[in-house]
Every structure is written in C-alpha cells, then in structure tokens.
C-alpha cells in the first residue's frame, strides 16, 4: 500500500494554487440530494452551509457565481447510457421537484446557470465557453456529489486548462469513503482540494 507521505515524494498532491481571476462553480445542489424519501438522499446536509458560505464570500469579493444543474426529458431520451445505467436520474425529469434548487442555495437572476445531462457540468454545456469568455482561469467548485459530478467535473476542469480548487468542505457524497477517496484521487492529479477557510481568505485577500 502506497502511503500518502511516498504520493507526494512521487510527484503527486502538488499545488497548483489561485490562478489571476476565478469563478465559483455549485455543482447540482438540489433538493434530490437532500430530501429523506429520494433516492439520492445523502443524508447529510453540512455541504449545504458551506456552499452558502461560498456563495456569499464570493459575492462579497465580486467574484462571478455559475451553477450547474441536472434534468432531463421525462423518461430520459436525452440521457442516453447515463441515464438509462442509473435509474436514480429519474428524479432530475423535467417537472420532478427533486430537481429544484435549494431554498438556501439558489442562483441571483444575474448569475450563469448551466443545465446538463451528463456527470460533468463542462459535458455538451456551454461552460467551458462562458469561463474563457470571461478571463476565468480558476475554478472553485463545491457541490454533489463527489465521487460524481463535482469528480467528472473538476477533471474536465483541469482538462479545460482552468485551475480546478475543489473546497472539501463544500462537497459530498452518499459514503464518508467514497467521498474521502474522491478527493483524495483529485488532490493527488487533477486538483487542489482545499479547506473552506484556504478558499475565504483568499477571497478575502483579493
């Protein structure tokens, strides 16, 4: 077994650290994934505040807020493999209140919204697009869930050529183990995975 200490004397877990002008991304954060009675339930909702504390100290900070989120035409035509692999994506169906945003979490009328049908938020949207348009070259992402979409999506990321900050605080997943070796596997190639209070105080710091 190969030890966290030996990944970093390989060359893994490197920082990439805070480009010159970054955006935060909420990936999916929906009532699907908190409510008891849905299939995709979490049953934990400590990502939710600190999303919202992500949301507000970028605001402070003028830093630009884009959203993903998830639906489908009724039935999923438009889901394709995904859809039809993961039965649970039947509560993103167009009219299925499971797909509604958050009371706590939901977009200023200003802010870009993303709507997607895959894991990655970047998959067959106009994301990757809008970033670049905008001088973004860091992503700070938090959101659902983990080993998912906030995973597909901070890979494509760094695909992209966009910084990928993933705020460990502000994602989750139905398993603490899924979720931990998730942002494990992220920090070690793809992201940095940061605490939430690494993320405020470099806004607060620009």
Same mark, same amino acid.
């Given at each position: 077994?190969?030890?966290?200490?030996?990944?970093?004397?390989?060359? +893994?877990?490197?920082?990439?650290?805070? /480009?010159?002008?970054?955006?935060? !991304?909420?990936?999916?954060?929906?009532? $699907?994934? #908190? =409510?008891?009675?849905?299939?995709?339930?979490?049953?934990?909702?400590?990502?939710?505040?600190?999303?919202?504390?992500?949301?507000?100290?970028?605001?402070?900070?003028?830093?630009?807020?884009?959203?993903?989120?998830?639906?489908?035409?009724?039935?999923?035509?438009?889901?394709?493999?995904?859809?039809?692999?993961?039965?649970?994506?039947?509560? +993103?169906?167009?009219?299925?209140?499971? /797909?509604?945003?958050?009371?706590? !979490?939901?977009?200023?009328?200003?802010? $870009?919204? #993303? =709507?997607?049908?895959?894991?990655?938020?970047?998959?067959?949207?106009?994301?990757?697009?809008?970033?670049?348009?905008?001088?973004?070259?860091?992503?700070?992402?938090?959101?659902?869930?983990?080993?998912?979409?906030?995973?597909?999506?901070?890979?494509?990321?760094?695909?992209?050529?966009?910084?990928?900050?993933?705020?460990?605080?502000?994602?989750?997943?139905?398993?603490?183990?899924?979720?931990?070796?998730?942002?494990?596997?992220?920090?070690?190639?793809?992201?940095?995975?940061?605490?939430?209070?690494?993320?405020?105080?470099?806004?607060?710091?620009?």
């Amino acid at each position: 077994m190969v030890s966290a200490q030996s990944d970093t004397a390989s060359g +893994f877990h490197q920082r990439l650290g805070f /480009g010159q002008k970054s955006a935060v !991304l909420i990936v999916d954060m929906c009532q $699907a994934y #908190f =409510t008891p009675e849905s299939p995709l339930d979490l049953d934990d909702r400590s990502s939710i505040d600190a999303c919202v504390t992500l949301v507000a100290a970028a605001r402070v900070a003028d830093v630009p807020v884009v959203w993903s989120r998830v639906e489908f035409e009724p039935g999923g035509a438009d889901g394709g493999v995904f859809y039809r692999k993961v039965g649970a994506l039947s509560s +993103f169906d167009r009219g299925n209140p499971l /797909g509604n945003w958050l009371d706590e !979490l939901t977009p200023a009328d200003d802010d $870009a919204v #993303f =709507t997607k049908q895959y894991a990655s938020s970047f998959f067959g949207t106009n994301l990757n697009a809008h970033l670049k348009a905008n001088d973004i070259d860091t992503l700070v992402i938090g959101g659902v869930s983990t080993s998912g979409c906030v995973r597909a999506t901070a890979l494509d990321a760094c695909q992209y050529g966009f910084v990928p900050i993933v705020v460990r605080d502000a994602c989750g997943d139905r398993r603490p183990d899924t979720h931990s070796a998730s942002l494990d596997d992220l920090d070690k190639k793809y992201a940095d995975v940061e605490s939430l209070d690494i993320v405020l105080a470099h806004f607060s710091a620009t």
